[in-house]
């Protein structure tokens, strides 16, 4: 007698949130890397840009 009510009562969950392109979350991901490279080599020549994130 195999009884597991654990298993039957948690179904597996899923991410609600998935891309479902995968070249727009790559997309993303670039812009991100663009924008923290950008952000690196204004601390590096010591002028302040604006931050531009769109929060």
Known sequence: MSASP?????????????????????????????QLEAGAAGLARGSQQPARAGR
């Open 6 to 34: 654990a298993r039957q009562a948690r179904p597996t969950p899923r991410r609600a949130r998935q891309p479902h392109k995968p070249d727009e979350a790559i997309r993303t991901f670039v812009r991100i890397l663009e």
